[in-house]
């Protein structure tokens, strides 16, 4: 089955940019989406990935961004806010399988 | 503005079945452009999806291998909700369970439904 590996945590300076990153062998070949999940609330899906090509959902801020390549998909945030602090996971298809990353711990200090 | 609202126990013997339900609103159990999932959450599984039903030409599911053979995914037309049933329940079955709308990605979750596996 095909696995995916977030790091545990990743901290951020007020301000300044954030790359969350998601491993796989060969991931740049999958269409790898992206969930926001802040403490006691459901995840919120903060990118999503359509024919390669890395979107936005309605109220997601333009500083979200999604890049993906090789063995590694990247959640950038720039110009990071202290509501931005919350756990994020990455999700791909294995198959007719939903996989999700462990998730990642984002620190805004 | 569509919504998922869930509705089950929260407390489930062990041994016994676990039922949840998600009522839609502002869409469609059998959208041929939608599929409906449930997804758990507990701290040593982390997010783990169980499963999805959808409506092409046909009904069809898809199930994870881990509950494989426990699990079942059913859509209720007539109430436009879908449920789900978990058999032989252990204590490892206790988590926060969401329902969640998508076919490649999952746009729209319930709020969850912490079901706790104990006697």
């Known amino acids: 089955s095909y696995e995916v590996t977030q790091p545990l945590s990743v901290s951020v300076a007020l301000g300044q940019t954030a790359r969350i990153t998601c491993g796989g062998n060969?991931?740049?070949?999958?269409?790898v989406h992206w969930y926001q999940q802040k403490p006691g609330q459901a995840p919120v899906l903060v990118i999503y990935v359509i024919y390669s090509d890395s979107k936005r959902p309605s109220g997601i801020p333009e500083r979200f961004s999604g890049s993906n390549s090789g063995t590694t998909a990247t959640l950038t945030i720039s110009r990071a806010q202290a509501g931005d602090e919350a756990d994020y996971y990455c999700q791909v298809w294995d198959g007719s399988t939903a996989v999700f990353g462990g998730g990642t711990k984002l620190t805004v200090l | 503005q569509a919504q998922l609202q869930q509705s089950g126990p929260g407390l489930v013997k062990p041994s016994q079945t676990l039922s949840l339900t998600c009522a839609i609103s502002?869409?469609?159990?059998?959208?041929?452009?939608?599929?409906w999932n449930w997804i758990r959450q507990s701290p040593s599984r982390g997010l783990e999806w169980l499963g999805r039903t959808y409506y092409r030409t046909k009904w069809s599911n898809d199930y994870a291998d881990s509950v494989e053979g426990r699990i079942t995914i059913n859509p209720d037309t007539s109430k436009n909700q879908f449920s789900l049933q978990l058999n032989s329940v252990t204590p490892e079955d206790t988590a926060v369970y969401y329902c969640?709308?998508?076919?490649?990605?999952?746009?729209?979750w319930g709020r969850g439904t912490l079901v706790i596996v104990s006697s």
């Open positions: 969640a709308r998508g076919v490649w990605y999952f746009d729209l």
């Open positions: 502002g869409d469609s159990v059998s959208s041929i452009s939608a599929a």
């Open positions: 060969n991931i740049g070949s999958r269409n």
